[in-house]
Every structure is written in structure tokens, then in C-alpha cells.
């Protein structure tokens, strides 16, 4: 059965730093893997999508990695801001999700001024 | 192009009454999955429908029941409320749903309230 784990729960850094959170996942066989941002009270805003044939995606400061052979995705954000303030949630299709995402926990990021 | 909107955005309900909540997918997309958010629980699937049928659905009661129409629009039901039924609701939309390649997008969501 596909386990979805986000080390750490939680994260806080001074603005300006590059910061790393990590999910990690027990089976391999996955059809893709998302990042999303949740602000508190509020829905999930995608991040990234990475394509279970793909090594990583960019989008601006955001870079996400995959690598299927260690069950380990890396969310990279350069020159964090304290807007990126929030819930940073991993989800991904596995062969055996039956049509639903399986979840991690979540990190809970706070960029401090 | 318009994401996903969900409505309405927050609902007060008492005990023992039933509340209906809508899902308007993005244009295009036809699968439409729906999730409960709790800060004990997380993220839980509740069901996933695509062209009119469910294909999975949850570890939820059957006070919790889902449909989706010809438009893909999809609703879904929770009769006799209880407490522990106050939660953010999600909904996501997505062309094919699981077991694809598709990019998933969520709505806003719906805060129920149960008093």
C-alpha cells in the first residue's frame, strides 16, 4: 500500500534563504506527483506536476525534482519570501490509488522578515 | 479560463440536517473528486466520478453520497449531520481523473459548520 511522508511537520527560516522540503513515498510505481500550497483556511493552489517519466520541473523560484528509484520528491524554493508562507502538501497517482490522491502531511512554512 | 468554483463557500448547519454542496469543474474536464480537510484527519477521499460514475469512493459512511451530471458539474450530499461532519470540503477537477498523467486543480472549498 502507497505511504506518502513529509519531513518536517514543520519549517521556519529566515526570508532570503533557499529551503528544501522533502516527500518521500514507499512504492515506485506512480503515474505522477504534485506539490500544492495551502494557505491557512484556504484551498490547494497547484505548485508543480512532475510526470512520473521526469526528473524535475520549474516554475519561477520552485524547482521539484523526482526520483522514483529512492521513492524521494524535493520542493526547492530559492530566495524564499515570507509570502511563501503556507502548508506545502506532496499528493501523487500510484497504480494502486484507484483514482484518488494519496496525501502527505504536509510541512507548514514560515519565512520570518 | 475559470478554475474550479465550489458553492457555496461556507455553511452553518445544526445536527440531523442534510446539506447539499456543489462542484463546477474547469471547462473540458470530467473527472471531479471530492475530499474532507480536517486539522485531526487531513486530506480524506470521499468519492471520484467521471462521466457520470462514481469509480471509487472512500472509507466514509453512507450519510455521504456524490453525483455528477452531463455537464460534469457534481454535487454531493451529507444527510443527518453530526458534529464531526464540520470540515473543509474540496473539490478537484482534472481531464481524466487518477491513473493518468493528468494535473489535478481544487476549488476554494466549502467550510461546513455542524452546531
Known amino acids: 500500500k502507497q505511504e506518502v511522508t513529509q519531513i518536517p511537520a514543520a519549517l521556519s527560516v529566515p526570508e532570503g534563504e533557499n529551503l528544501v522540503l522533502n516527500c518521500s513515498f514507499t512504492?515506485?510505481?506512480?503515474?505522477?506527483l504534485q506539490w500544492f500550497r495551502q494557505d491557512p483556511g484556504k484551498g490547494l493552489t497547484s505548485l508543480l506536476l512532475?510526470?512520473?517519466s521526469q526528473r524535475e520541473q520549474t516554475s519561477g523560484r520552485l524547482n521539484a525534482s523526482l526520483d522514483k528509484s529512492s521513492g524521494r520528491s524535493t520542493l526547492y524554493i530559492a530566495a524564499s519570501q515570507p509570502g511563501d508562507s503556507a502548508t506545502y502538501l506532496c499528493?501523487?497517482?500510484?497504480?494502486?490509488?484507484?483514482?484518488?490522491?494519496?496525501w502527505g502531511a504536509g510541512t507548514k512554512l514560515i519565512i520570518k522578515p | 479560463k475559470a478554475g474550479v468554483t465550489q458553492t457555496p463557500r461556507y455553511l452553518i448547519k445544526t445536527r440531523g440536517q442534510q446539506v447539499t454542496l456543489s462542484c463546477s469543474p474547469i471547462s473540458g474536464h470530467r473527472s471531479v473528486s471530492w475530499y474532507q480537510q480536517t486539522p485531526g484527519q487531513g486530506l480524506q477521499f470521499l468519492f471520484e466520478y467521471f462521466s457520470e460514475t462514481q469509480r471509487n469512493k472512500g472509507n466514509f459512511p453512507g450519510r455521504f453520497s456524490g453525483r455528477q451530471f452531463s455537464n460534469s458539474r457534481s454535487e454531493m450530499n451529507v444527510s443527518t449531520l453530526e458534529l464531526g461532519d464540520s470540515a473543509l470540503y474540496l473539490c478537484?477537477?482534472?481531464?481524466?481523473?487518477?491513473?493518468?498523467?493528468?494535473?489535478?486543480?481544487f476549488g476554494p472549498g466549502t467550510r461546513l459548520t455542524v452546531l
Open positions: 499528493a501523487l497517482n500510484s497504480g494502486d490509488s484507484n483514482y484518488q490522491l494519496i
Open positions: 512504492d515506485s510505481a506512480i503515474y505522477n
Open positions: 512532475i510526470q512520473s
Open positions: 478537484a477537477s482534472s481531464f481524466l481523473g487518477g491513473r493518468s498523467y493528468n494535473e489535478q486543480f
